[in-house]
């Protein structure tokens, strides 16, 4: 199958590890030049020798950024991305989480800092790119959200208002962006195998007061196919949604949970 991907360009946020280095990986793969954003310099530039490595005819830059900075530090690392690369096509929001714990368990200052990242990063780094995904022929914006966004709840009550508002601005900027021939996509992955997946496993062991070994078996019950999601699982369908199969969807937010979302999306 023909994605149409080769020489596009991409630029990924959260790179460095997790989802957004396994999209990063996937969409090289597909011969696309990539532009890395991350707060994680160091391990921003060892992805960019693994592609190049793999990848030898293709472009990478790393763009040292952190979200919570704001428009400041947004314009000119976008800015730069474009130097290097010659613009964008494809623009993936993955950057981002959520503080884990109860309404009493967070502060202020950390509703502040994550939603500075998601969805209000993600806002900034779309307006941003905007003007040079317009110059695109296969324009597209993929946000990496979340399935608490349609089920809130468990541990993290941040993770219901953070990934409910990447959804909604998912649905608002299709809209908008439709008529200049941009789409934009969310993917809301269920819980997946990177760091914050030890990070709930432990604190379910706590509420139930079992083991970890007993509290990652009762986190995968939950989840109908039987094993817990890997970042492999949602590169694949970026790496779709940017392709030109992809062209007439747009406006949608699809669960890549192995079905443990219990609503209909």
């Given amino acids: 199958m023909d994605l149409a991907l080769k020489g596009r360009i991409a ?12 999209i ?6 597909e011969g696309v030049h990539l532009g890395l954003f991350g707060r994680d310099t160091t391990r921003c530039d060892k992805l960019a020798a ?6 030898p005819d293709l472009r990478v830059c790393v763009v040292p950024l952190d979200l919570e900075s704001g428009t400041a530090a947004i ?12 613009g964008v096509d494809i623009l993936v929001n993955c950057a981002g989480g959520a503080y884990r714990g109860r309404l ?7 509703w502040e800092r994550y939603f500075a990242v998601k969805p209000l990063g993600l806002i900034r780094m779309t307006r941003e790119a905007l003007p040079h995904l317009k110059k695109s022929k296969q324009g597209r914006v993929i946000n990496i959200s979340g399935t608490r966004g349609r089920e809130p709840g468990g541990p993290s009550v941040m993770s219901g208002p953070i990934n409910l508002g990447t959804l909604s601005i998912t649905k608002a900027l299709a809209n908008e962006f439709g008529p200049l021939g941009i789409t934009v996509n969310a993917i ?3 819980s997946t195998d990177t760091g914050r997946w030890t ?9 139930r007061g079992v083991s970890v070994e007993e509290a990652t078996k009762h986190l ?17 369908l970026t790496v779709f949604l940017a392709s030109k199969q992809a062209a007439m969807i747009t406006g949608t937010a699809i669960n890549v949970d192995g079905g443990r979302t219990r609503g209909i999306p």
Avoid: M
């Fill in 104 to 110: 009493e368990q967070i502060p202020d200052d950390a």
């Fill in 188 to 190: 809301c992955p269920g």
């Fill in 11 to 22: 630029f990924v946020t959260g790179a460095s590890r997790g989802i957004g280095r396994a």
């Fill in 50 to 55: 693994d592609v190049l490595k793999q990848y």
């Fill in 24 to 29: 990063a990986l996937a969409l090289a793969a």
């Fill in 75 to 86: 314009k000119p690392a976008i800015r730069e991305a474009v130097k290097q690369l010659g």
């Fill in 220 to 236: 995968v019950r939950e989840v109908p196919l039987g094993r817990v999601v890997v970042p492999d699982d949602i590169a694949g």
């Fill in 199 to 207: 990070e709930l496993v432990n604190i379910t062991a706590k509420e």
